[in-house]
Nanobody, 120 residues
Framework: QVRLVESGGGLVQPGGSLRLSCAAS????????MGWYRQPPGKQRELVAV???????NYADSVKGRFTISRDNAKNTVYLEMNSLKSEDTAVYYC??????????????WGQGTQVTVSS
Protein backbone atom coordinates (compact mmCIF):
# COMPACT_ATOMS: atom_id res chain seq x y z
CA GLN A 1 0.00 0.00 0.00
CA VAL A 2 1.38 3.39 -1.02
CA ARG A 3 0.40 6.60 0.70
CA LEU A 4 1.14 10.21 -0.19
CA VAL A 5 1.10 12.48 2.82
CA GLU A 6 1.00 16.23 2.23
CA SER A 7 1.79 19.06 4.59
CA GLY A 8 2.40 22.80 4.53
CA GLY A 9 -0.87 24.36 3.43
CA GLY A 10 -2.53 27.23 5.22
CA LEU A 11 -3.59 30.86 5.09
CA VAL A 12 -1.19 33.45 3.71
CA GLN A 13 -1.45 37.06 2.65
CA PRO A 14 -1.04 38.10 -0.99
CA GLY A 15 2.65 38.33 -1.83
CA GLY A 16 3.53 35.78 0.82
CA SER A 17 5.13 32.37 0.56
CA LEU A 18 4.34 28.78 1.49
CA ARG A 19 6.13 25.50 1.09
CA LEU A 20 4.25 22.27 0.49
CA SER A 21 5.73 18.84 1.10
CA CYS A 22 4.57 15.41 0.00
CA ALA A 23 6.16 12.18 1.14
CA ALA A 24 5.47 8.78 -0.39
CA SER A 25 5.44 5.90 2.06
CA UNK A 26 4.85 2.18 1.81
CA UNK A 27 6.44 -0.65 -0.09
CA UNK A 28 7.50 0.13 -3.64
CA UNK A 29 10.49 0.05 -5.96
CA UNK A 30 10.67 3.71 -6.99
CA UNK A 31 8.80 6.93 -7.52
CA UNK A 32 8.85 8.18 -11.08
CA UNK A 33 7.08 11.45 -11.87
CA MET A 34 5.97 13.44 -8.83
CA GLY A 35 4.04 16.64 -8.95
CA TRP A 36 1.34 18.95 -7.76
CA TYR A 37 -2.15 19.69 -9.00
CA ARG A 38 -4.68 22.12 -7.62
CA GLN A 39 -8.41 22.57 -7.68
CA PRO A 40 -9.67 26.13 -7.18
CA PRO A 41 -13.19 26.58 -5.81
CA GLY A 42 -15.77 25.70 -8.45
CA LYS A 43 -13.15 24.73 -11.02
CA GLN A 44 -11.52 21.59 -12.33
CA ARG A 45 -8.28 20.16 -11.10
CA GLU A 46 -5.26 21.50 -13.00
CA LEU A 47 -1.57 20.77 -13.22
CA VAL A 48 0.69 23.09 -11.24
CA ALA A 49 4.12 21.51 -11.59
CA VAL A 50 5.69 18.13 -12.20
CA UNK A 51 9.16 16.69 -11.70
CA UNK A 52 10.36 13.52 -13.39
CA UNK A 53 12.82 11.10 -11.84
CA UNK A 54 15.23 12.21 -14.56
CA UNK A 55 15.25 15.72 -13.14
CA UNK A 56 13.18 17.59 -15.69
CA UNK A 57 10.40 19.90 -14.56
CA ASN A 58 7.31 21.44 -16.08
CA TYR A 59 5.13 24.26 -14.80
CA ALA A 60 1.75 25.75 -15.53
CA ASP A 61 2.16 29.13 -17.20
CA SER A 62 0.30 30.80 -14.34
CA VAL A 63 2.97 29.82 -11.79
CA LYS A 64 6.18 30.08 -13.81
CA GLY A 65 8.71 32.29 -12.08
CA ARG A 66 6.84 32.13 -8.76
CA PHE A 67 6.69 28.42 -7.88
CA THR A 68 9.55 25.94 -7.73
CA ILE A 69 9.21 22.18 -7.57
CA SER A 70 11.99 20.04 -6.15
CA ARG A 71 12.37 16.50 -4.88
CA ASP A 72 14.50 14.39 -2.62
CA ASN A 73 14.60 10.96 -4.21
CA ALA A 74 16.24 9.37 -1.19
CA LYS A 75 13.22 10.42 0.89
CA ASN A 76 10.64 9.92 -1.88
CA THR A 77 9.52 13.46 -1.17
CA VAL A 78 8.48 16.29 -3.46
CA TYR A 79 8.28 19.95 -2.48
CA LEU A 80 6.54 22.98 -3.90
CA GLU A 81 7.97 26.36 -2.96
CA MET A 82 5.33 29.02 -3.65
CA ASN A 83 6.33 32.67 -3.68
CA SER A 84 4.53 35.89 -4.59
CA LEU A 85 1.23 34.19 -3.91
CA LYS A 86 -1.91 35.66 -5.40
CA SER A 87 -5.57 35.28 -4.49
CA GLU A 88 -6.04 33.17 -7.62
CA ASP A 89 -3.63 30.61 -6.19
CA THR A 90 -6.27 29.74 -3.60
CA ALA A 91 -7.11 26.08 -4.06
CA VAL A 92 -6.85 22.61 -2.65
CA TYR A 93 -3.42 21.34 -3.66
CA TYR A 94 -2.99 17.64 -4.40
CA CYS A 95 0.21 15.69 -4.58
CA UNK A 96 0.47 13.14 -7.40
CA UNK A 97 3.03 10.41 -7.96
CA UNK A 98 3.64 7.61 -10.40
CA UNK A 99 4.97 4.77 -8.29
CA UNK A 100 6.59 1.59 -9.54
CA UNK A 101 6.15 -1.62 -7.57
CA UNK A 102 8.74 -4.36 -7.20
CA UNK A 103 6.88 -6.22 -9.95
CA UNK A 104 7.64 -3.22 -12.21
CA UNK A 105 4.01 -2.14 -12.43
CA UNK A 106 3.46 1.63 -12.35
CA UNK A 107 0.38 3.17 -10.80
CA UNK A 108 -0.91 6.66 -10.08
CA UNK A 109 -1.41 7.80 -6.51
CA TRP A 110 -2.93 10.96 -5.04
CA GLY A 111 -2.58 12.68 -1.73
CA GLN A 112 -5.55 13.75 0.35
CA GLY A 113 -5.16 17.42 -0.54
CA THR A 114 -4.08 20.44 1.45
CA GLN A 115 -5.86 23.79 1.45
CA VAL A 116 -3.96 26.91 0.42
CA THR A 117 -5.81 30.17 0.95
CA VAL A 118 -4.35 33.49 -0.17
CA SER A 119 -6.24 36.36 1.39
CA SER A 120 -5.67 39.57 3.30
Amino acid sequence: QVRLVESGGGLVQPGGSLRLSCAASGTFFSTNAMGWYRQPPGKQRELVAVSTDGGSTNYADSVKGRFTISRDNAKNTVYLEMNSLKSEDTAVYYCHAVVMSYTRISRDYWGQGTQVTVSS
